[in-house]
């Protein structure tokens, strides 16, 4: 098992820009999540996958922010019009379906938006 | 809603002593509980889990007990070293629900 793989590790961007983060989670875990998390607090919920289906985004999901994940498998979030207050770690998860499965996390990637 | 509240940090301690992280979470029903760790610059580890009631989790030395009565599930290694250091995120997972909701995080910090 490879564990999350997240990609890129970092990115530096100016504001205005638009970026995009790739994920690819766990071989055979149906379930996919895309948490953000800024320094020195806990990270924070901000959409989450069963397959291919968006079924919740989080209010902290503006307009400008957009995830797909095509056929299940990997999946990617767009952040269009960086702002400064973009800036964080964007992490990803995975898990097997049942509510109480383990989430496992990817490295992160770190947005810098200057 | 589901919340967790955990010690603030940071800590700071010499090596070989005696950590407690306190936990505690505010949940409907039967949340199942999580210790996970975050090294300096990386992403998050699954530390332990626990998924019921007086259930213990433990891994690499370090040990949580889910206390219903309490809604506690604090964290305890009795001999720490420098390699401990990491912020510690305590978190729940609601049985009606499938997204971890986090503790802001302690800070350790293990000096030599």
């Known amino acids: 098992d490879t564990g999350v793989s997240q990609d890129p590790r970092h990115k530096i961007t100016k504001r205005g820009q638009n970026v995009t983060f790739r994920c690819d989670p766990i071989?055979?875990?149906?379930?996919l999540y895309w948490y953000r998390q800024t320094l020195g607090q806990g990270p924070e919920f901000l959409t989450y996958f069963q397959n291919e289906a968006q079924l919740e985004k989080s209010r902290l999901l503006s307009d400008r922010f957009s995830a797909e994940r095509p056929k299940g498998s990997f999946s990617t979030l767009e952040i269009q019009r960086t702002e400064q207050g973009d800036s964080a770690m964007y992490l990803c998860?995975?898990?097997?379906?049942?509510?109480?499965?383990?989430?496992?996390f990817g490295e992160g990637s770190w947005l810098t938006v200057v | 809603g589901n919340s967790v509240t955990q010690m603030e940090g940071p800590v700071t301690l010499s090596e070989e002593a005696f950590l407690t992280i306190n936990c505690t979470y505010t949940a409907t029903g039967y949340p199942s509980l999580f210790w996970y760790v975050q090294y300096p610059g990386e992403g998050l580890q699954l530390l332990l889990k626990a998924t019921k009631a007086d259930d213990k989790g433990s891994n690499k030395g370090f040990e949580a007990t889910y206390r219903k009565e309490t809604t506690s599930f604090h964290l305890e290694k009795g001999s720490v070293q420098v390699s401990d250091s990491a912020v510690y995120f305590c978190a729940l997972v609601h049985s009606l629900d499938y997204k971890l909701s986090f503790g802001a995080g302690t800070t350790v910090t293990v000096r030599a």
């Open positions: 071989s055979e875990h149906n379930r």
């Open positions: 998860a995975s898990s097997p379906g049942g509510g109480r499965n383990t989430i496992y």
